[in-house]
């Protein structure tokens, strides 16, 4: 998608062309082209106040019988059939795409920091979905447990290896692992009922999850979203960079959030996912441009 401005008046200057050229934090350009976008949705403006009451209203009841009940019920395939069904249904095609995209981006980060870790065998992550239909294979839940795993792998690795940060700095960062993200979402065709901006159907969203999981699952779930702070300092340690760390918002999670602000956190989880992913990238840029050089000069 390319973004496309509004004719430029000086005495009535459109914040959301703004908003867009801003490059104060890098943003993949079509990512955000979509992010902007899904801004400006009449559902956001209209839907998502009422959404939010009838969201944890609904949520409030179901995570109140599920604490009183002597079992908890839970159905992944249940929740992940009803995810794929409702972004097709009601979500708009910007949302989707950014949502499948998400998924592809943690799986680099993931794989980054293995790749320039204590420990580069520790299991990677394979989770790249390109089509809504591919998020019925678990991809939520997945999603969650490959950051858990991680975070228990990476430092359990610290520990056996506690000289690995001056390995990684002598030999310097591979941005090898990082892999183009293929994402198969049809921006150009929507059905009627597709109109739920993303933070919308986040929190519509919320209340299935918490059905479809036990409680301690969907705490986990909440929880992880505050381990934002956690993944930027390990990017600065490897890279020394600790300029953008300021930008992170989901922090502390010795201090968790309310699961009721959940989709708003998960809102800006992904935000905060596209500037880490950019950074990665332009730094894997700058990387090849420093070395072309050099392998240029020694042909010479």
């Keep these: 998608m390319t973004y496309i401005p509004e004719t430029r008046d000086r005495q009535d200057p459109n914040h959301w062309d703004a908003l867009y050229f801003d490059a104060g934090i890098p943003v993949d350009p079509v990512a955000k082209a979509y992010m902007v976008k899904d801004l400006q949705s009449w559902s956001r403006n209209y839907l998502l106040l009422p959404i939010k009451v009838i969201a944890n209203l609904s949520m409030g009841l179901i995570m109140t019988v599920k604490r009183l009940l002597p079992f908890q019920f839970r159905s992944y395939w249940l929740m992940h059939q009803m ?13 989707c795409y950014l949502i499948v995209r998400h998924l592809g981006i943690g799986s680099n980060i993931v794989n980054f920091l293995i790749d320039n870790g204590p420990d580069p065998t520790l299991p ?37 290896h506690p000289n690995w940060l001056a390995a990684v700095q002598q030999r310097g960062i591979d941005f090898s692992g990082l892999r183009p993200l293929e994402i198969d979402v049809d921006t150009t065709r929507r059905g009627w009922l597709q109109v739920l901006d993303m933070e919308s159907a986040l929190e519509l969203f919320k209340i299935c999850y918490s059905l479809c999981v036990t409680s301690r699952e969907f705490q986990r779930a909440v929880l992880s979203l505050q381990f934002d702070e956690s993944f930027a300092q390990y990017f600065s340690q490897l890279t020394g960079d600790y300029r953008w760390n300021h930008v992170v918002t989901n922090r502390h999670p010795l201090a968790p959030n309310s699961p009721f602000a959940a989709a708003h956190d998960l809102l800006l989880h992904g935000v ?25 000069a020694h042909q010479v």
Excluded: C, G, K, M
């Design 272 to 296: 905060l996912s596209e500037y880490l992913h950019r950074y990665l990238e332009l730094a894997a840029a700058a990387q090849t441009e420093a070395v072309q050089p050099n392998s240029v």
């Design 124 to 160: 990677r992550s394979n989770l790249y979905p390109r089509t809504v239909a591919d998020l019925a294979d678990n991809a939520f839940l997945e999603h969650d447990i490959i950051l858990y795993n991680f975070v228990l792998d990476y430092h359990a690795a610290q520990r056996a």
């Design 83 to 95: 995810a794929v069904w409702f972004l097709n249904t009601f979500a708009t095609p910007e949302a």
